[in-house]
């Protein structure tokens, strides 16, 4: 019995000291940042302003059957930089979400523009509406995340190191299907 | 009392069936880290999402070994000894118990050793399985926002897997423990009904199953998780969970006074 405690033990000890190892270079806490809208936040001269988050049933997944929610940021994006910046570019450091992970793109054309074309000149402001579909949860409340992730969206790793929850609600969701 | 039960199951040798089973389940699991699922998670997948240990921590996403573990726990709860009181009428066992220890003190050990030995032998591969994610893949902080399978509604404490991990962990693991034993204890009373040492490595099994077809008891599905998940158990199947401790409790007593066939 007392060998069998004494392997144990040092089993034990060998796995601690594994996990602290392999752990070592992660982040064990999420950075977030609780704050009331409007929200802004600023990186390489590009500065986002979201004002309101809207959320409301609208439609339903053909495909899959399930029910939509229309999620809509209103956000002012100000390019203070010296050079223009194509508008992907800034939505890909700002993410919208809710807790089913299943958020799609951004909806609408602006102006009649594709917003994957769009590019926000130097030192010029523009306000834009950024529209998602999510899935409907089984739920009265949803949570909805708005994100900021400080590095390009091609640096993936980095992104996972050092992402920023800039700001996350729960809202009821209406008009249920 | 407990104690010599507990000698006699350790001296079975039915109970090396259980070792390749549980090879089985760690080698699904290596190969889960590996090579699908969980390896691809981590690397890429989806760039919002950090996923680590704690993120894909099987109940929570449940990899090949766990899903099986879940449909083989009934096998493995059952194997060690729910035909205690079997074996005993069917050979001396009875007579050598009645000379010490009474009616009641004898069909309580047993129904005991059966619920410890039973919730061990199930949680054994769960704390492997978590070991070897644990060992295997980084962890990262956890909150709301990087989980994608744990909704608020159906998780059961969630706030205190993201606040205090470790405590959570060992609950589950507590819960897994009490759902193993459960799930044993009824295997033993339906093979003292039955009064056949086998029936209880599958009848559970198929009980449970067909519960899930049940329109009565609706959302009793979640019963079939009991031993390993983290969800919470609906109505339906609370009412299917005190249906069998009322089941095993007149077992107990019927043992408690004798009336064998």
Known sequence: MKKFVAVFAVFLLLSVVRYQTLNADYPQDVEIEEKTLPVTYEQDGI????????????????????????????????????????????LNQMHLNNFSKTFSTIQPPIDGDDPEEIVIPADETIEFDAEYLVAKLNQEEQMVYLAIIPELYEEKYQEKL??????????????AL | MI???????????????????????????????????????????????????????????????YLIHQYLVYFIVALPASDLFIEDA???????????AKR???????????????GLAGVLPLLCISWLDFMMVPSVGTHPINMNVLPADRAYLYDLFFDHFWLYFFIVQIR???????????????????HNSYVGYVLPLFIMQLSVELPVIGDAYLVTELPSSVSKIGVGGWIFVLLMIAFILYDVFKQMKGNER
Not at chain 2, 104 to 118: T, V
Request: glycine share 4%.
């Open chain 2, 3 to 65: 104690r010599s039960d507990f000698y006699r199951v350790s001296k079975r040798r039915r109970l090396w069936l259980l070792l390749p089973i549980y090879l089985i389940l760690l080698v699904m699991e290596l190969n889960s880290i590996f090579t699908t699922d969980m390896a691809q998670s981590l690397q890429d997948v989806d760039w919002f999402v950090q996923a680590g240990s704690r993120t894909i921590w099987p109940p929570l996403f449940p990899t090949k070994a």
């Open chain 2, 176 to 194: 897994a423990f009490l759902g193993c034993g459960l799930i044993g204890a009824f295997s033993m009373a339906i093979n003292n009904t039955f």
């Open chain 1, 162 to 175: 050092e992402q920023k929850i800039l700001y996350y609600e729960t809202i009821p969701v209406e008009g």
């Open chain 1, 47 to 90: 500065s986002f302003t979201v004002h309101r988050v809207t959320m409301d049933t609208v439609t339903r997944d053909e495909e899959e059957d399930k029910p939509l929610i229309r999620v809509v940021a209103h956000l002012t994006i100000e390019n203070e930089s010296a050079e223009d910046v194509p508008l992907p570019l800034v």
């Open chain 2, 90 to 100: 069917k050979t001396q066992f009875l007579e050598h118990y009645q000379m010490h």
């Open chain 2, 104 to 118: 009641e003190k004898y069909a309580l050990s047993h129904y005991m050793s059966n619920f410890i030995i039973a």
